[in-house]
């Protein structure tokens, strides 16, 4: 710290900070940084003098020197606003002799063209129209959806109906014929139920398969293609309508 104060007093500012950051790392005392804004403003940092200077008076709120340090702040401040906007060059002004004389435009003679009407073209137009879509693909699939669905739901009915007699015959002695009467019956009512509810599935995604079928455009597209000669002559333009 005293080298660093040596230096300073000796106008070796970069030594001098070199020295101060060196023993604030080694000591931390906040004086350093009142002494580390002291070598920046010297050397003309007054953005990163400002800092130390802000740094000090926080570790030290209450410093002897703090209505200095508070000067010292606004000083470095707009010194350090005027190095962040850089002056304008004034250019000198250009005497009247180094001025280009004033050019005058020639005129501009102005003849009158008699325009011919361009030659008819020739145009030649024909129609094409696009195959409608058949649509017994749709009809079909859904006939076999519904016929599906149909039988899926018979199959469920048949399902509900064999579950509801093996309800009403109750429960038989464990062992008797009357059990295994009833466990055939549990037994077909599973089936039955399987069946039909991947039958009204398969039913259902057939209808909805034809109506999608059914709901894509299926009318007639008609295209206009016309043909014509360019002015230049030798070439034809193609331009298509649909």
């Given at each position: 710290?005293?080298?660093?104060i040596?230096?300073?007093?000796?106008?070796?500012?970069?030594?001098?900070?070199r020295?101060?950051?060196?023993a604030?790392?080694?000591?931390?005392?906040?004086a350093?940084?009142?002494?580390?804004?002291?070598?920046?403003?010297a050397?003309?940092?007054?953005?990163?003098?400002?800092?130390?200077?802000?740094?000090y008076?926080?570790?030290?709120?209450n410093a002897?020197?703090r209505a200095?340090?508070?000067?010292?702040?606004?000083?470095?401040h707009?010194?350090?606003?005027?190095?962040?906007?850089?002056?304008?060059?004034i250019?000198?002004?250009?005497?009247?002799?180094?001025?280009?004389p004033?050019?005058?435009?020639a005129?501009?003679?102005?003849t009158?063209?008699?325009?011919?009407?361009?030659?008819?073209?020739?145009?030649?137009?024909?129609s094409?129209?696009?195959?409608?879509?058949s649509?017994?693909?749709?009809y079909l699939?859904g006939?076999?959806?519904l016929?599906?669905g149909?039988?899926?739901?018979?199959?469920?009915?048949?399902?509900r109906?064999?579950?509801?007699?093996?309800?009403r015959?109750?429960?038989?002695?464990?062992?008797?014929?009357?059990?295994?009467h009833?466990?055939?019956?549990?037994?077909?009512?599973?089936?039955?139920?399987?069946?039909?509810?991947?039958a009204?599935g398969?039913g259902?995604?057939?209808?909805?398969?034809?109506?999608?079928?059914?709901?894509?455009?299926?009318?007639a597209?008609?295209?206009?293609?016309?043909?014509?000669?360019?002015?230049?002559?030798g070439?034809?333009?193609?331009?298509?309508?649909?």
């Amino acid at each position: 710290m005293r080298q660093s104060i040596r230096e300073y007093d000796a106008r070796d500012f970069s030594r001098a900070l070199r020295d101060a950051k060196a023993a604030f790392e080694a000591s931390g005392l906040p004086a350093l940084l009142f002494n580390l804004g002291q070598c920046e403003r010297a050397l003309g940092a007054f953005a990163k003098a400002e800092f130390y200077y802000r740094g000090y008076l926080r570790r030290s709120p209450n410093a002897r020197n703090r209505a200095v340090v508070r000067q010292l702040i606004a000083e470095v401040h707009a010194k350090a606003l005027a190095q962040a906007v850089p002056a304008r060059p004034i250019r000198p002004p250009i005497p009247p002799t180094a001025m280009a004389p004033a050019v005058v435009p020639a005129p501009v003679l102005v003849t009158a063209t008699r325009r011919t009407p361009p030659a008819p073209t020739a145009t030649l137009t024909r129609s094409v129209e696009a195959p409608r879509r058949s649509r017994w693909p749709a009809y079909l699939i859904g006939a076999l959806g519904l016929a599906v669905g149909l039988g899926g739901g018979g199959a469920l009915l048949t399902a509900r109906g064999i579950a509801a007699s093996a309800e009403r015959a109750g429960t038989p002695p464990m062992g008797s014929p009357a059990e295994q009467h009833l466990a055939g019956q549990v037994a077909s009512a599973n089936v039955w139920n399987s069946a039909g509810e991947i039958a009204a599935g398969a039913g259902l995604a057939g209808l909805v398969a034809a109506g999608i079928l059914l709901a894509l455009p299926g009318g007639a597209a008609r295209a206009r293609v016309t043909l014509s000669p360019t002015p230049g002559g030798g070439a034809l333009a193609l331009s298509a309508s649909f």
